[in-house]
């Protein structure tokens, strides 16, 4: 304890070291979610963009999820706009977009 009263600047020294390490070690240890955005094109919903995005997560989890991840307070999405999808609820389904000739509705 007396070398803390006697040498105040090198316990200072200490604490702004040791405040800083753990920063960093905060900062790379939680490195930024990536994830992917895409563009809401007319007609698109989140339930059916969690059909062609969601794999087989829930609807609603994917849906709220995302929904966290944009700041929505409600459903409704809007043409032109671009929506934040983080990757671990991005599970793309391509056979939702493929039509081959002849296929019928």
């Given at each position: ?34 994830v992917n955005e895409i563009l809401i ?40 706009k671009s929506l934040i999808i983080p ?19």
């Amino acid at each position: 304890m007396n070398f803390i009263k006697n040498n105040p600047f090198i316990a200072l020294l200490v604490c702004v070291i040791f405040s800083c390490t753990w920063c960093f070690v905060l900062f790379i240890a939680n490195p930024e979610e990536s994830v992917n955005e895409i563009l809401i094109n007319d007609g698109d919903t989140l339930w059916m963009l969690s059909d062609k995005y969601g794999g087989d997560m829930p609807k609603q989890e994917w849906i709220s999820g995302v929904m966290v991840a944009n700041n929505l307070n409600t459903q409704m999405i809007h043409a032109g706009k671009s929506l934040i999808i983080p990757n671990n609820f991005y599970q793309h389904n391509s056979n939702l977009d493929t039509e081959y000739a002849g296929d019928t509705q």
